[in-house]
T-cell receptor
Framework: DVKVTQSSRYLVKRTGEKVFLECVQD?????MFWYRQDPGLGLRLIYF???????EKGDIPEGYSVSREKKERFSLILESASTNQTSMYLC??????????????FGPGTRLTVL | AQSVTQLDSQVPVFEEAPVELRCNYS??????LFWYVQYPNQGLQLLLK??????LVKGINGFEAEFNKSQTSFHLRKPSVHISDTAEYFC???????????????FGKGTLLTVNP
């Protein structure tokens, strides 16, 4: 079974703090993704990575950065947290089959509250 | 670029009734199509996906979906729902082919299915 784990289920931070969200997958997947999920907006892609040290902006990268130093780990960084970054954050991973259409496997999510 | 429209934000049904959750997409290129489900307080998991071949796709938990290219739709159906099917359902697309941006999914806004006794 593919397992994607996220470092925290719930996190409360203060405005201006630097926040790290960690994601680890155990299936040697090439691709990893960070989404945020907000009611009525669905999932929106923040960043994704298709290889170690490679990253690409998604639809809403402003205010976020990422790091992928090892294949199994993908970190999302909020350099200076703001209240509008209060959200559910979901990490996912997928194989790069070479054909496309690969299933993404999701972690349980981190609910971040910024006060 | 792709976009996905889920026509109903909420669908309430009674247990053992049939249900259809509607999904339409827009894309300038051919796409792969997915349905994911999110149970309360959990991450998303794949229900089913269409890559090629038969346009009727069967997934887990008795769900199925039909790809209609002319209507750019991929509606999800189940003939008889259970209380345990209460969840949020997301339709998603990705462009055909591999490499880089082709691995990205574009999601709809979700449909909350509530099954009542």
């Amino acid at each position: 079974d593919v397992k994607v784990t996220q470092s925290s289920r719930y996190l409360v931070k203060r405005t201006g703090e630097k926040v790290f969200l960690e994601c680890v997958q155990d299936m040697d997947h090439e691709n990893m993704f960070w989404y945020r999920q907000d009611p009525g907006l669905g999932l929106r892609l923040i960043y994704f990575s298709y290889d170690v040290k490679m990253k690409e902006k998604g639809d809403i990268p402003e205010g976020y950065s990422v790091s992928r130093e090892k294949k199994e780990r993908f970190s999302l960084i909020l350099e200076s947290a703001s209240t509008n970054q209060t959200s559910m954050y979901l990490c996912a991973s997928s194989q790069a089959s070479g054909r496309g259409g690969d299933t993404q496997y999701f972690g349980p999510g981190t609910r971040l509250t910024v006060l | 670029a792709q976009s996905v429209t889920q026509l109903d934000s909420q669908v309430p049904v009674f247990e053992e009734a049939p249900v259809e959750l509607r999904c339409n997409y827009s894309s300038s290129v051919s796409v792969y199509l997915f349905w994911y489900v999110q149970y309360p307080n959990q991450g998303l998991q794949l229900l089913l996906k269409y890559l090629s071949g038969s346009t009727l796709v069967k997934g887990i938990n008795g769900f199925e979906a039909e790809f209609n290219k002319s209507q750019t739709s991929f509606h999800l159906r189940k003939p008889s729902v259970h209380i345990s099917d209460t969840a949020e359902y997301f339709c998603a697309v990705s462009p055909l082919g591999s490499g880089g941006s082709n691995y990205k999914l574009t999601f709809g806004k979700g449909t909350l299915l509530t099954v009542n006794p």
